[in-house]
């Protein structure tokens, strides 16, 4: 799972936040707005039945708003629902969960809403019918009627008085009318007196008209009622006032036809005029009834448009109440969804294996804490992994620290089962026993060919080891063994035997643990060492009864020379020859195993192989040698580190086998023998020179190839077998591999071969 996907970078973290920041701003500006208008739209519905005039003016505007905000928050609804179901129509994570979420918000905001809608529409309506009551109506006609009735009584009563009270002036001249008027203020209360003449001249006054230079005269309307019916009044100050205010002053004007004194067609009629004001009180009740009827009047001819207000103001309120909930529903949705959304998508990512770090939300609510534990745990885990990881690294590196040590071991290594399968093999394995151990994993080391009796006789070392291991309480066991193959034609093992020192250990779950050592050249060399000792004793103590006897043989001849009969002195001849011939044969013997006991050690320099080969073959021209040699050299070799005496020794004993080889296969099967191949190659791979010597004798028998370099092995009649022990010798000192084999050729062996593989010599070495 590491896939590991990559951590998510400190820069789109703070986009986040920045942008969840943006989005609570706006959330919360939003909220306030809408709560303004709510407010000021149910402050103008309080206000509408005590204040029709401030409602109305405000009511386009609000009526503007209102759809204004309505239309506002439908957009951001659609826009929220087609982002929803587009995420849901994707199968985005999430997207079933906010609508439900959304849903759930928005019925239980919608619902009330709707419910409070229609109770306040029926009571609404049913409230604005009541208002317009038939007895209320009459009421306010009556009042109206009684204030009309009132004010007219009581101008009457003003006009009366005035018109009794202007019978002072009939007979008082215009001169002196002025002290009349004075009295008859008082009597009258009047406000302002002044008596007019038929042309609309003011001959007297008392009151506020005194102190006006032109009083304002009656109009000819109240002179002609005057005139017809001797009094004329109205009341003034109640026009064009709808409402009562302080500075209100209403008063009855009285005019009355004052009879003249004198007596004929020049008598010029006068109008006395009296002002006299109306109780306060009264007219402001007066006024108080008539706007009230007046209002009264008009409501109930614009009922139907004051419900449409009324009705319309709760419209607006509700889809205004309607769109904030669902609103709200999707962003508190959002709000509470959206932990749940970080919580999942993070479990999903943790599930895919993906622990980078997760993120983690700012509030302080229970979600929030959980989002944090959450990123605090998958921290954790992924801190856990990088340990596994970093252990298992550790594991993998010693894994493969000890997997090197064993393909560098040159001892071999084998795990098994308890039943002998194979699990494990190194390459010093393989390359001990010659089998490609690899190829038989999971199958019985019994099964591998040549293996079978090594196999077994492992196995019973293992149960006689695991049987007394409460005994001798060691923890391995150690055998030697001695491979041996079935055929001698075979290139493996068996062309050669293989001595192995082997041990043997038990590892846990029950697997055994076998580890085993090639000893066949410490092997050798022990026999070689034997061997060497063997000759310089049989040198010390053959060689010196050697002369005596010759000596003493050819002395016996030389003194019965002559003294006895020819069939004695013929005996006596081929005796003594007999005998000097074998002491020769035996001091030849003696100083071979002199010479190979005495090998000096090589003094190693740079030499061209090339060259010391052609050296040797002068001396096995087709002159000198009965079985002619072919050279097959590789101009390529580099000089190797070599001492030129003992390497022309070793070709020489190889010539001389190889040739030896030949000539008996020749007498064999009476045909010219075959040449006898010297070749030398250079391996650029191995950095090594190789010198192969093959002819086309018989071949060596399986027993003489496995011992083909110990002493005193040999296929030939009168042969000592030290050749080729002293080639090994030498090449053990050149630090040469020398191997032996037989050329076989679809199973028929065409002779032998022996080879040794130089290291190219260092530039500079000396």
Not at 336 to 354: F, I, K, T
Request: with cysteine; glycine share 8%; charged share 20%.
């Amino acid at each position: 799972m590491s896939s590991h996907a990559p951590a998510r970078p400190a820069g789109s973290a703070r986009r986040e936040a920045t942008r969840a920041r943006s989005l609570r701003w706006a959330l919360g500006l939003g909220v306030g707005l809408m709560s303004a208008i709510a407010i000021v739209l149910l402050f103008l519905l309080t206000l509408a039945t005590n204040n029709r005039a401030l409602y109305e003016r405000n009511f386009s505007w609000l009526v503007a708003v209102n759809v204004l905000v309505a239309v506002v928050l439908l957009a951001v609804i659609l826009w929220g629902g087609i982002r929803l179901l587009l995420r849901l129509r994707k199968g985005r994570f999430g997207s079933r969960l906010l609508l439900k979420l959304a849903a759930i918000f928005a019925l239980v905001g919608v619902v009330p809403g709707v419910l409070i809608y229609v109770v306040s529409y029926q009571f609404v309506s049913r409230s604005i019918e009541t208002w317009f009551d038939v007895e209320v109506e009459g009421a306010l006609n009556a009042g109206v009627n009684l204030a009309r009735t009132t004010l007219d009584t009581i101008a009457g009563d003003v006009a009366a008085n005035t018109r009794t009270a202007s019978n002072q002036l009939v007979n008082v001249p215009d001169a002196g009318a002025g002290l009349v008027l004075e009295r008859m203020r008082d009597q009258l209360g009047a406000n302002d007196l002044i008596l007019w003449s038929a042309s609309g001249q003011a001959l007297a006054s008392a009151g506020k008209s005194l102190l006006t230079l032109n009083p304002e005269r009656p109009s000819l309307q109240m002179q002609r009622q005057a005139q017809q019916q001797r009094v004329a009044w109205q009341i003034e100050g109640l026009d064009d006032v709808t409402e009562p205010r302080p500075d209100l002053h209403v008063s009855v004007r009285v005019l009355v036809l004052v009879g003249n004194p004198r007596v004929g067609l020049l008598a010029e009629p006068r109008y006395l005029e009296a002002t006299v004001a109306l109780p306060p009180a009264l007219v402001t009740n007066a006024l108080a009834v008539q706007q009230a009827n007046r209002e009264y009047q008009e409501r109930s001819l614009a009922r139907v448009g004051l419900r449409r207000m009324y009705i319309g103001t709760l419209t607006l309120s509700l889809f205004l109440a309607v769109f904030g909930a669902v609103l709200l529903a999707v962003v508190l949705g959002n709000q509470l969804a959206r932990p749940l959304l970080v919580l999942a998508d993070g479990v999903r990512e943790v599930a895919a294996g993906n622990l980078a770090p997760k993120a983690a939300l700012e509030s302080h609510d229970e979600l929030g804490e959980l989002t944090r534990a959450f990123a605090l745990m998958t921290q954790q885990l992924a801190d856990a992994r990088g340990a596994a990881d970093r252990s298992m690294q550790q594991l993998d590196g010693a894994r493969a620290r000890l997997q090197t040590i064993l393909d560098n071991l040159t001892a071999g290594v084998i795990v098994m089962d308890a039943r002998g399968h194979i699990r494990t093999t190194n390459p010093g394995a393989t390359r001990i026993l010659k089998v490609p151990l690899a190829a038989w994993q999971g199958k019985p080391l019994a099964d591998v060919p040549e293996l079978g009796a090594f196999a077994q006789a492992v196995q019973q070392q293992f149960e006689a080891f695991l049987g007394s291991m409460d005994h001798h309480g060691l923890d391995h066991w150690q055998h030697a063994f001695d491979l041996h193959g079935a055929s001698s034609a075979t290139a493996g093992l068996a062309s050669e035997g293989i001595s192995l020192v082997a041990r043997g250990a038990e590892l846990p779950g029950n697997a055994r643990l076998l580890v085993f050592d090639d000893i066949s050249e410490i092997v050798s060399a022990q026999r070689t060492q034997a061997w060497g000792e063997v000759a310089r004793r049989l040198a010390h103590e053959i060689k010196n009864p050697l002369t005596p006897i010759q000596l003493s043989a050819e002395r016996l001849a030389l003194k019965l020379e002559g003294k006895l009969a020819p069939a004695e002195q013929a005996i006596l001849t081929k005796s003594v020859n007999t005998i000097v011939e074998q002491v020769d044969a035996m001091k030849r013997l003696v100083n071979e195993f002199r010479d190979y006991a005495r090998l000096p050690s090589a003094q190693l320099h740079p030499l061209d192989l090339n060259e010391l080969v052609s050296d040797v073959l002068h001396l096995y021209g087709e002159e000198n040698a009965a079985v002619p040699v072919r050279a097959e050299l590789d101009p390529a070799c580099p000089r190797v580190a070599g001492d030129a005496q003992q390497l022309r020794q070793v070709v020489h004993n190889l010539l001389q086998n190889a040739q030896d080889a030949s000539l008996q296969s020749s007498t064999q099967t009476r045909q010219p023998p075959a040449p006898v191949c010297l070749r030398t190659s250079w391996n650029p791979t191995t950095h090594r020179v190789r010198l192969t010597v093959s002819d086309s004798g018989p071949g060596f028998p399986e027993h003489i190839l496995r011992r083909a370099f110990e002493p005193y092995v040999t296929t030939k009649p009168h042969g000592t077998g030290l050749g080729l022990a002293v080639v090994k010798k030498i090449a053990l000192e050149h630090r040469a591999r020398v191997d032996i084999s037989n050329r076989v050729d679809d199973g028929v062996v065409h002779g032998a071969q022996v080879s040794l593989s130089f290291e190219a010599a260092q530039q500079g070495a000396g």
